[in-house]
């Protein structure tokens, strides 16, 4: 048998980031062949992810990238199991290394049989959850076209947004940040009300006539009042409709506006852990 040295062992554990003692059973089956060692920790993290398949990857680290022309950008999480493992710096860069890939894909499928070093993305995420021991996943993925792409993460990497506007002006910059940090901290439903899909439309509605049932207001008139109710939904909940968070005298759209009088807000993405 070949005799497997600490400094084999180390040069594994550097290339793979697995354990020392992983590391060195992998070369001690492998009988010093490098390669095959390498192999053997990859089939290690197959054997993991399958292990660790039904458990729940509820943390992790939500990136968003925009690329060089500001005209396309994605926004993508990479979840783990434990917020020990989110806040490694190894897994953050780990996240924004894919996210990057993911910026020159149009789904997530495509983003997964990428190359990342000599193996696909999908490849990759089983390796590290063998070396980490935690099961890893693409949670979100989400492009955006448009003629100016801004981005914002939230602190912590909770949350990633990227917003589109109309135009490349000046001011856009600032503008697009801004509105991004608007949709990660309000959390609208969609860009504006015919973005609203017809079902939640019907809910809110339904719900504004059983609170006005209860108030015991006549039947013939809850059509009317509930529809004054759903132009409040619409208000709260579609970005560029709602009350600006650094000026809440304007309405986003109206933000942007004072920015150019031309600009608009054509889109937003955000994903978020949890």
Do not use: W
Not at 87 to 114: G, H, Q, R
């Amino acid at each position: 048998m070949s005799k497997i040295s600490a400094a084999d062992v180390n040069q594994l554990r550097k290339t793979t980031g697995a354990g020392m003692m992983d590391c060195k059973k992998a070369l001690v089956e492998a009988e010093g062949d490098f390669d095959k060692a390498i192999e053997i920790l990859r089939k290690k993290g197959q054997k993991v992810a399958a292990n660790r398949a039904d458990r729940e990857s509820t943390e992790g680290a939500a990136i968003a990238l925009v690329n060089d022309a500001k005209n396309k950008a994605v926004a993508i999480t990479l979840n783990c199991e434990t917020d020990f493992v989110a806040k490694n710096d190894s897994f953050v860069e780990l996240a924004n290394e894919i996210a990057a890939i993911a910026l020159n894909t149009n789904s997530k499928e495509e983003l997964l049989s990428s190359s990342i070093g000599d193996l696909t993305v999908a490849d990759k995420l089983i390796e590290q959850t063998g070396v980490i021991g935690e099961k890893l996943e693409i949670g979100s993925y989400e492009t955006l076209e448009a003629p100016f792409i801004g981005s914002y993460i939230h602190a912590g990497n909770k949350i990633a947004t990227i917003v589109g506007l109309s135009a490349s002006v000046d001011g856009s910059e600032e503008a697009a940040k801004n509105v991004a940090m608007q949709a990660a901290a309000m959390n609208p439903v969609a860009l504006d009300e015919a973005g609203v899909d017809q079902a939640t439309i019907d809910k809110e509605i339904e719900i504004a006539k059983d609170q006005l049932r209860q108030e015991g207001k006549p039947e013939e008139m809850l059509d009317k009042i509930a529809k004054g109710k759903l132009g409040r939904f619409f208000k709260d909940n579609t970005l560029v409709n709602q009350d600006f968070i650094k000026n809440n005298k304007q309405s986003v759209a109206a933000y942007v506006k004072s920015v150019d009088a031309s600009l608009t807000v054509t889109g937003f993405k955000r994903v978020a852990l949890g």
